[in-house]
């Protein structure tokens, strides 16, 4: 087994903004989620 050194922030790291299409072809961003948290 190789050991792998972890890519993930710490816990309470705040989000990086994103902007993706949805399959519902809208576009899904991290501000149209943040006050649902």
């Known amino acids: 087994m190789a ?3 972890s890519t ?3 816990l ?3 989000a990086h903004d ?3 299409c949805g399959v519902d072809s ?3 961003s ?3 989620y943040s006050k649902k948290i």
């Open 30 to 32: 991290l501000k149209n």
């Open 26 to 28: 809208k576009t899904h």
């Open 18 to 20: 994103f902007s993706l």
């Open 12 to 14: 309470g790291t705040p």
């Open 3 to 5: 050991l792998l050194e």
């Open 8 to 10: 993930m922030p710490p």
